[in-house]
């Protein structure tokens, strides 16, 4: 009796907490935080949150700090590096304190940008500066400014396609999983490696949209179309490229027990043939190809096998845009960092990257695909808010593991269904979504 | 027994006067410090040394729980500051998807895991509670991975079961073939409840040996005078005494493997077909932003989990154990 009484008042008080939960808005974001004409007036001290934990450790965000404090001596940069960096974030985004600079992270939907970050300046003018603005706009204001741009590929060892006697790019699907068969029939090599436990590289897959079509719309026509994996739609074409190279075996045995940081080695070494991942991935595979005492000129990186009027195509896609906390107290310090950053700090060029900024040079990673002709492409943001409403809400999750991690379950056998059952049931899904979302 | 005259007092049966505060003729205050009385202004002392372990465990516990409570009637994503009361939408949406309970299924494998764990555990109490050479190192042995961090444990046997890894390399000696024992989806769980009979055996062990020591050593003397065998004795002295640690690490069990979450998250973060009921809870809060359905089915699996304790408490209630 005792405890039915004692489970009654905490439901009683649990009622009474969540009808005061809601209703606690933010501030006016009204006022834009423009980048200071005069940085000797500048002051204050700034967090800032970053998921680079290895530029921490190895002294670059100090060295960045330094070179930042000679043109705004009165700004104290602070850096906090997180190793979980989504999920921290995600949580402390709670509470107001959240650094005063941070990558904004995946989880949070388009049109709550203007709830957590100051607006940077209106889209009209940011967009002539800056790519890929529009990732972050709502409304005309944009909330985010990225740093660098991948482009979508496949990385891949040379030297062990050329023994497999394939020299030039496939250009179709089919070619590709061709080439991956005279790989495995002709080297040791395993052709594909899928980094299925990892999980995260698989994601990758859900970028190449766009690339068979060489549509920038192609993820804005997600929200009006019923069924996403029908047959020449991209994400089949996408998808059936991952189930075919997995079901004919191609990839590695047992995808359960692969590891990330070894599959760089292994790939250095030519032990592993191709991964689909992005251009930021290349330097990491040459990194480790040098250390295994390889040579780190064999990594090369190749579009999606598929060609529209003669031209690959690659999808151009922003990693973390950079943003201002809302709560920040120091919004002008934190935007002249930001804006450093991104302008002068020169990492996207370290990294070989692609730098946001408009007129920078290409980097050195992808002069083949100029040489190529391979055609840059850069998605529009027309309908993003809406298609990852209706992505949550199906419960798909384009950009998450759980999906391609299913596609390569059912390809090899693993779970029940075939390629035709899964494509159906992700179109149901989709679909069954589009009419709860409005 | 001499009444005290202040009435309704338990009467403490020594012929020294009650210590009460409430007595009628003056007396100089010299046996008991004034902060002693009873009924004073200290009747708040026992709750002040309360006052920590109170405060952590509802800091900590109780309003997190009323927290989880209240998110699963809101359509809360995680992040916005804003939320709005949805009623019992989230617990109708969560039992009208059937394949949402699905997940289930796995438990069983690590609910029969769990049987081979108890049964394991008694024997190694039993046979380590007698007179075993080294039996110290082998309890020290038996309980050591219960010791080790969750993560580890996870790491350490997805290397243990890799491809040409340690299990197949020594199942080879023996002429077994090569097994995908986390690729296979048909092994999957059973690998994984594996791990879990590893980590968790040796606690159980030892709460088996604790019991298993408080029984009386006549008990054995005049079972063997009466001709019982080892397993007599086993069976009618030591399972009797110790009914009451068995029931609880039944339960404990039971809900255990309802709730499988650390070693198959780290392992295969709930794929090829080992995904558990927690595991999908948490992609639901965390990669879907549902965080009021998640809430909701949390409170559900609280619910199951509560439910089961108490059938399982119905149909086999513990009754007294003498040991005399």
């Known amino acids: 009796m005792r405890r039915t009484a004692l489970a009654a008042t905490g439901l009683v008080f649990a009622l009474a907490l969540s009808a005061c939960g809601g209703g606690s808005g933010s501030g006016s974001s009204s006022d834009v935080v423009k980048v200071p004409t005069d940085p000797s007036k500048v002051s204050g001290t700034i967090t800032v949150l970053t998921n680079r934990t290895d530029q921490v450790q190895d002294g670059t965000l100090k060295r960045y700090a330094a070179e930042f404090n000679t043109i705004y001596p009165h700004v104290t940069v602070k850096f906090q590096g997180l190793t979980d960096y989504e999920g921290d974030v995600k949580i402390r985004m709670n509470s107001k304190n959240y650094g005063d600079v941070l990558s904004i992270p995946n989880s949070v939907p388009l049109k709550q940008y203007p709830t957590f970050f100051a607006p940077l300046g209106t889209a009209a003018d940011l967009s002539k500066t800056y790519d890929f603005t529009d990732h972050a706009t709502v409304g005309s204001l944009v909330y985010g400014i990225a740093n660098i741009g991948t482009a979508n590929g496949f990385v891949y060892n040379k030297a062990v396609w050329q023994q497999a006697g394939v020299t030039t790019w496939p250009t179709t699907p089919q070619q590709f999983l061709d080439d991956l068969k005279a790989i495995k029939a002709k080297t040791g090599a395993t052709p594909y490696y899928t980094n299925y436990h990892d999980g995260w590289p698989l994601t990758n897959w859900g970028n190449a949209l766009g690339s068979p079509s060489c549509d920038p719309a192609a993820n804005d026509k997600l929200a009006g179309t019923k069924e996403p994996w029908a047959q020449g739609q991209d994400l089949n074409v996408v998808d059936s490229l991952l189930y075919d190279t997995v079901h004919d075996k191609l990839s590695e045995a047992d995808p359960n027990t692969t590891n990330w940081e070894n599959s760089k080695v292994l790939l250095g070494t030519g032990k592993i043939a191709t991964m689909w991942l992005g251009s930021w991935a290349v330097v990491q595979m040459q990194d480790a190809a040098k250390k295994a005492r390889k040579n780190p000129d064999s990594i090369g990186f190749m579009p999606f096998p598929a060609q529209k009027d003669g031209h690959f195509c690659s999808v151009v896609r922003p990693d973390y845009q950079y943003a201002v906390n809302i709560h920040s107290k120091n919004k002008d310090a934190a935007r002249a960092w930001l804006d450093w950053y991104i302008n002068k700090s020169g990492d996207a060029q370290a990294a070989l990257s692609i730098s946001s900024v408009k007129g920078s040079p290409l980097p050195a990673d992808l002069k083949p695909f100029q040489d190529a002709g391979v055609r840059l492409i850069h998605l529009t943001n027309d309908r993003t808010a809406l298609v990852d409403e209706i992505d949550k809400a199906s419960e798909i999750g384009i950009n998450d593991q759980d999906y391609p991690q299913h596609i390569v379950d059912v390809a090899r056998g693993a779970a029940g269904g075939d390629k035709d059952s899964v494509f159906k049931d992700l179109d149901k899904k989709w679909s069954d979504a589009q009419g709860t979302v409005g | ?324």
């Open chain 2, 1 to 324: 027994m001499s009444a005290p005259r202040t009435a309704g007092r338990t009467p403490p049966a020594r012929t020294l006067p009650p210590p009460d505060a409430a007595r009628t003729h003056p007396r100089p205050p010299r046996r008991r410090p004034a902060s002693r009385r009873r009924g004073g202004a200290w009747w708040f002392t026992p709750w002040l040394y309360l006052l920590a372990p109170l405060a952590l465990l509802v800091t900590f516990t109780w309003l997190p729980v009323v927290d989880m409570f209240s998110y699963s009637f809101t359509d809360w994503d995680g992040i916005s500051p804003t939320r709005d009361w949805v009623g019992l939408s989230n617990y109708t949406d969560l039992f009208t998807r059937p394949q949402l309970f699905q997940v289930f299924w796995v438990s069983l494998f690590y609910l029969g895991a769990s049987a081979v764990q108890i049964c394991a555990a008694l024997y190694f109490a039993t046979v380590l509670s007698f007179d075993t050479r080294l039996r110290n190192l082998f309890k020290g042995l038996l309980f050591f991975p219960y010791l080790i961090n969750g993560v580890a444990v996870g790491f350490v046997f997805l290397y243990f079961f890799q491809p040409g890894g340690t299990l197949d390399t020594v199942l080879h000696w023996f002429g077994a073939g090569r097994h995908l024992w986390l690729g296979n989806p048909h092994l999957v769980n059973t690998s994984l409840a594996g791990v879990s009979v590893w980590r968790f055996m040796g606690l159980n062990m030892v709460l088996f040996i604790g019991a298993i020591q408080s029984i009386p050593p006549q008990l054995y003397e005049a079972a063997a005078l009466d001709g019982a065998g080892r397993w007599q004795q086993f069976r009618y002295v030591i399972a009797p005494s110790i009914r009451p640690i068995i029931s609880l690490s039944v339960i404990l069990a039971v809900s255990g493997s309802l709730s499988v979450f650390e070693i198959p998250f780290i392992m295969t973060g709930g794929s090829n077909n080992s995904e558990t009921f927690v595991i999908q809870t948490i992609k639901l809060a965390f990669n879907f932003n549902k965080t009021g359905l998640a809430s909701a089915a949390a409170v559900v699996l609280l619910l199951i989990v509560l439910l089961v304790t108490w059938l399982q408490r119905l149909l086999f209630p513990d009754e007294r154990v003498e040991q005399s």
